[in-house]
């Protein structure tokens, strides 16, 4: 297995003959350097220590503690184990890299980073950002790869690691706001299994110090192992689309460090040949700042949204409208719910993949509208403990499942940044209960508290780690800008 990155440089060597001629017009005129594909590989490149500010340190931190803590909680489900069981028995012993809740188990760089970020998402508890995607998942895993992968002597410093993660936040940022359709919620493709794999890419191709040409190719090859459709979503194989997602990031960037070469136009928008364009109908990309100039990343402008419970971001919005009505429920009649409950109406988006009246698996119920808003009816709070077996077959659920109706308001769009949810209960006594959630609480605009965001660490890290190593991980990720190597980030993960 490879111990240290090894460059080459070789010649273009293409075979023309037979070529489509917008193709061909690739090949015989390679990339300028003001094209958009150029200024993504001297962006990843060029940037620097200086780049990162105090409002980037504090949360992509935030984003990097959440991350791992999640990923901690997601190596106890079953498809976190399936993965590892898969990764161990089918590719041969390889003991360089750790793996997420498993002391003394080691896989190899790619398989460790697609292990890892199978258990970031395994739950669907993981980050999201605007435009629509989970950025941490698909970047973190495969930098705790190469860092594992490094020599000790050639650890990189904590600022390093926050810079290279930082640049795989940004790329994903940039790509998705080249596309007005990208905004939405989703409907073709699971958008960290395109810019998320491009994202891993750029940061792992930072973190390895490629060159520039390198960094372009990079991003080139990790296009050509992106995508993968939405209809996945709410079955136990949507969380292998973060997991490959890190992994083949790791996998591109490594390949162009090696010399493999790739369309040096594939972020452009070329008549006659799509690129990135095949993700996204209305993609109309634009060149990055080069790092020379003035540079704000978008991190800077639009922050992350961090989940309170396990469950697609879409669910918070309702959980909180029907937590606000379960409140007026208990001040009507003590306790007791469903028997005064005659009929449900949830406003909310129109979105078919998390539109589910009736879910059949944990998977289904974390995308299900229906499911949130009633179990929060019921308890006053959707939890980790929401989305179990017992409670997934709670009769009392079933019964308020079955009074549920949506409909989806014109004003109501499948955005994160615009949707909001609405609960009406109409009582068996005529009486109409309304709750209303426009911002939820961990939201981009209305974010978790540093102690809000350390709590939820601590619920999630102690499902598998005893009390001293959370608590080691809080301190290490909180001071990770001041670490001369990412060794005792490492240490504490094994």
């Known amino acids: ?24 017009d690739v090949v015989e005129h390679p990339a300028p350097e003001d094209s958009v594909t150029a200024s993504f590989g001297r962006f990843i490149q060029g940037v620097q220590l200086h ?28 498809v976190f184990q399936l993965a590892l069981q898969h990764c161990q028995h089918m590719y041969g012993p390889d003991d360089i890299c750790s793996v997420y809740g498993r002391r003394g188990t080691r896989l190899s760089p790619t398989l460790a980073a697609f292990v890892n970020g199978v258990a970031a998402h395994s739950m669907d508890f993981d980050d999201t950002w605007h435009p629509a995607t989970h950025p941490s998942g698909a970047v973190l895993p495969a930098l705790l790869a190469v860092c594992d992968m ?64 390198q960094c372009s190719h990079a991003l080139a090859i990790a296009a050509s192992l992106s995508g993968a459709p939405m209809a996945n979503a709410a079955t136990q194989s949507k969380p292998l689309h973060i997991g490959n997602a890190a992994r ?33 109908e209305d993609y109309a990309p634009r060149p990055l700042t080069s790092p020379e100039e003035e540079l704000q ?10 989940k309170r419970f396990p469950a697609h971001l879409g669910m918070h919005w309702v959980a909180d409208a029907a937590a606000s009505v379960h409140k007026l429920l208990l001040g009507e009649q003590g306790s007791e719910v469903v028997g005064q409950v005659q009929d449900i109406l949830l406003r909310v988006p129109r979105s078919k993949y998390i539109d589910r009246p009736f879910p059949e698996s944990e998977h289904e119920a974390r995308h299900s509208f229906q ?9 006053g709070e959707v939890t980790v403990d929401s989305f179990s077996q017992d409670a997934l077959q709670r009769p ?10 949506v409909e989806h308001p014109h004003d109501n769009p499948a955005n994160f940044d615009r949707m909001y949810g609405e609960v009406q209960v109409t009582l068996v006594g005529g009486d109409v209960l309304k709750g209303r959630c426009d911002t ?55």
């Not at 990343?297 to 639009?302: V, W």
């Not at 009392?396 to 109706?405: A, I, K, P, Q």
């Open 248 to 280: 083949l990031g790791l996998e591109a960037a490594l390949l162009a460090s090696r010399g493999l070469e790739a369309s040096p136009r594939v972020l452009d928008d070329t008549a006659g040949v799509a690129g990135f364009s095949a993700f996204y």
């Open 150 to 213: 490094l020599p000790n002597n050639s650890k990189p410093s904590g600022r390093d690691f926050l810079l290279a993660f930082n640049v795989g936040i940004e790329v994903q940022g940039r790509l998705m706001r080249f596309s007005n359709e990208a905004h939405n919620i989703p409907k073709r493709f699971h958008p960290p299994t395109v810019v998320g794999t491009l994202g891993s890419a750029a940061a792992c191709a930072r973190l390895l110090s490629l060159e520039r040409s």
């Open 371 to 379: 499911f949130n808003a009633c179990s929060a009816l019921l308890d």
């Open 1 to 24: 297995m490879l111990s240290r990155v090894q460059r080459s440089f070789r010649p273009v060597s293409v075979t023309l003959r037979r070529l489509h001629q917008s193709a061909l």
């Open 396 to 405: 009392d659920l079933h019964t308020l499942l079955g009074r549920v109706h």
């Open 440 to 494: 939820f609480y961990g939201h981009w605009r209305n974010p978790l508290t540093n102690e809000s965001l350390r709590k939820k660490f601590r619920s999630n890290a102690g499902a598998v780690l005893p009390r001293e190593k959370v608590e080691g991980l809080i301190e290490v990720v909180e001071g990770l800008d001041r670490l001369e190597d990412c060794s005792p980030l490492l240490e504490q993960l094994q």
């Open 297 to 306: 990343f978008l991190l800077e402008d639009q922050d992350i949204a961090f």
């Open 51 to 78: 780049h990162l500010t105090s409002t980037l340190l504090h949360r992509s931190k935030r984003m990097v503690l959440d991350s791992i803590g999640v990923g901690l909680l997601g190596s106890t489900t079953h």
